[in-house]
């Protein structure tokens, strides 16, 4: 069935560094992807979006790009802040459900001044 | 900015007792989920709810659970008789149709249940 896979965590970094948290999808053809994010003690939040190949989702510094040829939508950021740490999931709507979303295991980003 | 909220923040109950978890999901949004989250899990979807149905459920959403809208600003979810492997946090969220793409929804922050 249709499934997000992440990287695992935790992931640790300095401030200012470069984040990369990967993300593969199986699905059959090609559903909306979404990044959420959840900070401490919070919800979850909409990061970004693509909906089509080739689309790239961008917020907060974020940015993510829906790559068909490798089943990819992996979240970047070129400089972290401490304010980022959270825990960040993929997700994707499930084959045959326009709303029932599936999410991955979630990574968790602790960013150190 | 229009945001969905959740009551309560923490719910603690005994097992076999009722409770009630309550949304006010963003106003002109007509479709309407709860998801839940056990401690360093998944998020895992329960139910989607729409005109005043379900429209998608799944496995865990059992007979212990059932949805309403009671008004035209409240949902809520009840869970019947609550087992000690409820205890989770739940999460609400609302979405407005989109045409041809997947609605984007929108989560409330949370009610943390715990069943003792």
């Known amino acids: 069935g249709d499934s997000v896979t992440q990287m695992e965590g935790p992931v640790t970094l300095s401030e200012e560094a470069f984040l990369t948290i990967n993300c593969t999808y199986t699905a059959t053809g090609y559903p909306s992807l979404f990044w959420y994010v959840q900070y401490p003690g919070e919800g979850l939040q909409l990061l970004l979006k693509?909906?089509?190949?080739?689309d790239k989702g961008s917020n907060k510094g974020f940015e993510a790009t829906y790559r068909k040829e490798t089943t990819s939508f992996h979240l970047e950021k070129g400089s972290v802040q401490v304010s980022d740490s959270a825990v960040y999931f993929c997700?994707?709507?499930?084959?045959?459900?326009?709303?029932?979303?599936?999410f991955g295991s979630g990574t968790q980003l602790t960013v150190l001044p | 900015e229009p945001e969905v909220t959740q009551t309560p923040s923490h719910q603690v109950t005994q097992m076999g007792q009722e409770v009630i978890l309550r949304c006010v999901p963003i106003?002109?949004?007509?479709?309407f989920y709860w998801y839940r989250q056990i401690l360093g899990q998944k998020v895992e979807f329960l139910v989607s709810f729409y005109n005043n149905e379900i429209s998608e459920k799944s496995e865990i959403f059992d007979d212990q659970f059932s949805v309403e809208r009671p008004d035209g600003s409240n949902f809520t979810l009840k869970i019947r008789s609550t087992k000690l492997e409820d205890s989770a946090m739940y999460f609400c969220a609302s979405s407005a149709p989109t045409s041809g793409r997947t609605d984007t929804q929108y989560f409330g922050p949370g009610t943390r249940l715990t069943v003792l």
């Open positions: 997700a994707l709507p499930l084959r045959g459900s326009a709303r029932q979303l599936t």
């Open positions: 106003s002109n949004h007509l479709y």
């Open positions: 693509a909906t089509k190949a080739d």
